[in-house]
């Protein structure tokens, strides 16, 4: 594989479009065939990435399978996005090597990222340094990852932690409201976190209509996950005209 061959793709396709869609599938969630389809239909509507995770997927096997049935069908990237080393599979093209930083258990800042580290580089597959920031409380990410959630209405405290990571070199934030989350991150908080940060900027949870994604972006999102919106039945079409949104309103 060609160094940073994924990071270099995410850059070129955002010299194309305002910002991305990121897919999130969750193995444990789509099983092998239904994956692959919506993998296939959301790389029609532009998509630029699939990211394959869960905060509870902790079946190898399972995970595995599903990224090699969605690779043969599709040409973007897939990212694994893990929850802790199970999600470290091989076949995909790319991982979100993320660090919890408002963890308060040193697990998920440094210590599943040792225990993973090994089989990163086995599978060869690219590292993408992230710090991920879980914002607010109440789901699955938060609670698996002992997360101290940043308060939605603090955006200066989540500006501060994504400066910090620019100081220790990681060159992604995901700015996480967790799956399902009743409320997405605010383009307030996006925004004052785009002013202090330089790298590349993801925001995912609770993320289901156009309004609420053209003001991600608006406010300086580069890349926004979706997953929740179409295990509960969201149509391809929708997320279409979401896609398109994204994609044109920085
Ligand atoms: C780099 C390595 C090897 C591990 C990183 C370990 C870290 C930092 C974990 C953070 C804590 C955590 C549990 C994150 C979950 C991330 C994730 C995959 C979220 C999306 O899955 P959900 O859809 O929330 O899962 P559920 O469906 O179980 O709610
Ligand atoms: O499932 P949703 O709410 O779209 O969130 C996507 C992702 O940010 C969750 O980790
Ligand atoms: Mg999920």
């Keep these: 594989m060609t160094k ?9 396709e955002l010299k194309k479009k305002n910002a991305l869609l990121f897919v999130l599938i969750d193995s444990e969630v789509s099983n092998l065939d239904e994956s692959a389809k919506l993998a296939k239909d959301v790389e029609k509507i532009g998509a630029s990435a699939i990211l ?6 902790t079946d190898q096997i399972e995970m595995a399978q599903v990224v090699k049935g969605i690779k043969k069908g599709i040409k973007i990237p897939i990212i694994l996005f893990p929850g802790n080393v199970t999600g470290v599979v091989p076949d995909a093209d790319a ?6 930083m408002n963890s ?3 697990y998920f800042i440094t210590q599943a990222q040792a225990l993973g580290a090994p089989s990163v580089l086995k599978f060869g597959l690219e590292p993408l340094p992230t710090a991920y920031l879980v914002i607010g409380e109440g789901t699955s990410a938060w609670f698996v990852g002992a997360a101290r959630g940043i308060p939605f209405e603090k955006p200066k405290i989540a500006a501060a932690y994504a400066l910090a990571a620019q100081f220790l070199g990681m060159r992604f934030v995901y700015l996480e409201a967790g799956s399902g ?3 997405n991150v605010t383009p307030e908080m996006v925004k004052t976190v785009r002013h202090a940060f330089n790298g590349f900027l993801i925001v995912g949870g609770g993320i289901k209509d156009v309004k609420t994604a053209e003001s991600l972006v ?4 580069d890349a926004l996950v979706i997953g929740t919106f179409l295990e509960k039945g969201g149509s391809i079409k929708k997320l279409q005209e979401i896609a398109k949104v994204i994609q044109r309103s920085k």
């Design 181 to 183: 989350a009743k409320s």
């Design 218 to 221: 608006k406010a300086g999102a």
């Design 4 to 12: 940073n061959q994924v990071e270099t793709f995410l850059k070129s």
């Design 52 to 57: 394959v995770g869960g905060s509870s997927a």
């Design 95 to 100: 991982i979100l090597f993320s660090s919890l």
């Design 104 to 106: 308060e258990n040193p």
